[in-house]
């Protein structure tokens, strides 16, 4: 099986308008957030309680929460 990378800023620029809430902090859980860091950027999915789950953020094989 052959993979092949996608931006994730497509993923962004494919959502409509009225879906988009650019800025909010307040992503429900399930909800896609997305962040720039001057690269690709990140993905991440909201847990809820302005957290979202990150694996690796702190060594191999570890799990994390993130605060926004």
Known sequence: MTRTAVPRAVHWTQIPASYKHAGDTEVPAG???FF???????TMISIGGGQF??????GAGTYFKVDH
């Open 36 to 42: 720039s860091n001057g690269g690709a950027g990140h």
């Open 31 to 33: 909800g896609l957030a």
């Open 53 to 58: 789950p990150s694996n690796d953020i702190h």
